[in-house]
């Protein structure tokens, strides 16, 4: 994970949580979840603010969420104080142990990583999905070069043909770019299928 996009997130936590609840529900996002998941157990990867993870519980999915920052952990669990949030950054993922979870949703966080770091971290998350699950990854499209926001917050100009690598050995779903109903930004998004 970029240092200076976990110290932005850290330090302006409730800031960027108040935002990401005011924005729209990612009702797109929702319908592709209720597509491709099947009821098990779930991960949410970069959770922020436990928005994701709420609506999983909600919706009948065991669902844990990963956040590597602590200022959004302590806010997530502040707002969910029944839900599960855990420690755990791409592309490591530390402690989360492979073929543990039936869906891993990755929601615009590999933006988030140096471009060194795309591949081994959507391997990585393949890895910890069982066998015939489902991985829903996207990130923010940003053209041209990698990008800083004011808050210092890193966009990794990513393409899409790297994470597709990662993935050869799955079953490749869905892969589209387009507008999020939640945030109004260009996302691209690929769910994968994990072989059995």
Not at 24 to 29: E, V
Not at 35 to 53: H, Y
Not at 103 to 131: K, S, W
Not at 139 to 153: H, K, S
Request: hydrophobic fraction near 40%; charge should be negative; proline fraction near 7%.
């Amino acid at each position: 994970m970029d240092l200076q996009t976990l110290a932005a997130y850290d330090a302006a936590a409730t800031a960027f949580a108040a935002e990401w609840h005011d924005q729209p529900p990612p009702a797109d996002l929702h319908d592709l979840v209720r597509r491709f998941f099947k009821r098990g157990r779930t991960a949410d990867i970069g959770a922020g603010s436990g928005r994701e993870v709420a609506w999983l519980g909600a919706n009948g999915f065991d669902a844990v969420g990963y956040e590597p920052s602590r200022g959004l952990r302590e806010e997530a669990q502040r707002r969910y104080p029944a839900l599960s949030f855990a420690d755990a950054a791409l592309p490591e993922l530390a402690g989360v142990p492979d073929a543990s979870f039936d869906n891993v949703l990755c929601e615009t966080v590999l933006m988030h990583l140096d471009a060194t770091e795309i591949g081994p971290a959507v391997m990585r998350l393949l890895a910890i999905v069982r066998p015939g699950g489902t991985l829903y990854l996207s990130w923010r499209v940003t053209e041209g070069t990698d990008q800083r926001d004011p808050q210092g917050r890193l966009y990794a100009a990513i393409q899409p043909e790297p994470v597709r690598r990662a993935l050869m050995n799955a079953a490749i779903l869905l892969d589209e770019t387009r507008v999020s109903a939640s945030s109004g930004k260009r996302i691209h998004r690929i769910v994968a299928r994990k072989p059995t």
